[in-house]
């Protein structure tokens, strides 16, 4: 059992294939546990908008599934997880994504902060569906998809429009699990002592309930 106190701060990271599920729960596990939640993905389709030199430079490998550089990565993460509102920690989600990501963040927050690691799988046989169903949040980034979690009124609950990912196609998918399978997959190993798996494929509500099986909440010490 993973226990969070809030005397020390955590980062709880979310590993898992595409459509595994990350970006669904990061956001209500972050306010279970009170801290934010930080989607590299998300954070480089708003550099991506903005027109940010980031931006710029995320986005001839994300159209194409590959992965973003790592400096660029470790650049954009740690200087918002030096923003006040993570003094606590946060959740991530879709990242470390690469054995140099992984020990970076170990140099830089093992000392100061708790690690859990969650792996949500996911059978081959849902990836497809998973993914090219999802339509997510322009405005704040949520997920839906059209058949397991469809959209009331094609909004959503923020009231901003859904749009499908560029990459969510089932080319570029391919690319994607390729690289998950050969730069992410080997983290399972590297985080072994500390993962907790988590079935994926079960309904919504259910897989964060065992997600959330795997904290113990202390109460806090503001
Ligand atoms: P990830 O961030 O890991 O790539 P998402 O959280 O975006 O995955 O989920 C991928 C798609 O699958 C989304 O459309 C989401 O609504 C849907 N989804 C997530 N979890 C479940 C689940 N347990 N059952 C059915 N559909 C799900
Ligand atoms: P998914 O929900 O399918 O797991 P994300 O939204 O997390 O996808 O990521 C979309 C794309 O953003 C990735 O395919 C990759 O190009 C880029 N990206 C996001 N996080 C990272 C990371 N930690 N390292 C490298 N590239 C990343
Ligand atoms: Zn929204």
Same mark, same amino acid.
């Given at each position: ?16 294939? %595409? ?9 209500? $596990?972050?306010?279970?546990?009170? #801290? ?10 708003? !550099? ?6 980031? &931006? ?8 194409? &599934?590959?992965? /973003? ?7 954009? $993460? *740690? ?7 993570? @003094? ?7 990242? %470390? ?17 708790? $690690?859990? /690691? ?9 990836? /497809?569906?998973?993914?090219? &169903?999802?339509?997510?949040? @322009?405005?704040?980034?949520?997920? +839906?998809?059209? @058949? +397991?979690?469809?959209? @009331? !009124? ?11 990912? /560029?990459?969510?196609? =089932? =080319? ?6 390729? #690289?998950?399978?050969?730069?992410? =997959?080997?983290?399972?190993? +590297? +985080?072994?002592? #500390? ?12 897989? *964060?309930?065992?997600? #959330? ?10």
């Amino acid at each position: 059992m993973a226990d969070i106190t809030f005397n020390s701060p955590a980062l709880v990271i979310l590993l898992g294939p %595409p459509g595994a599920g990350k970006g669904t729960h990061a956001p209500s $596990l972050g306010s279970h546990l009170l #801290i934010p939640h930080i989607s590299t993905g998300d954070l480089f389709r708003q !550099n991506i908008c903005n027109r940010t030199t980031i &931006g710029i430079k995320a986005k001839g490998f994300m159209d194409y &599934g590959r992965l /973003v550089p790592d400096e660029i990565v470790l650049e954009m $993460l *740690f200087a918002r997880l030096k923003q006040e509102d993570c @003094k606590r920690g946060a959740v991530l989600d879709g990242v %470390p994504r690469t054995l140099i990501q992984a020990r970076a963040i170990d140099r830089e927050f093992s000392k100061t902060h708790k $690690l859990n /690691v969650i792996l949500l799988t996911l059978d081959e046989s849902l990836l /497809v569906e998973r993914i090219c &169903g999802r339509v997510a949040c @322009k405005q704040c980034g949520r997920p +839906y998809h059209r @058949k +397991y979690d469809p959209p @009331k !009124n094609e909004l959503c609950a923020c009231g901003g429009t859904l749009v499908q990912r /560029v990459d969510d196609s =089932e =080319e570029v998918l391919k690319q994607r699990l390729e #690289i998950y399978r050969r730069q992410t =997959e080997p983290l399972i190993e +590297y +985080y072994k002592p #500390i993962l907790q798996e988590i079935d994926g494929n079960q309904p919504k509500q259910e897989v *964060f309930r065992n997600i #959330i099986k795997n904290f113990t909440l202390e109460p806090i010490h503001a």
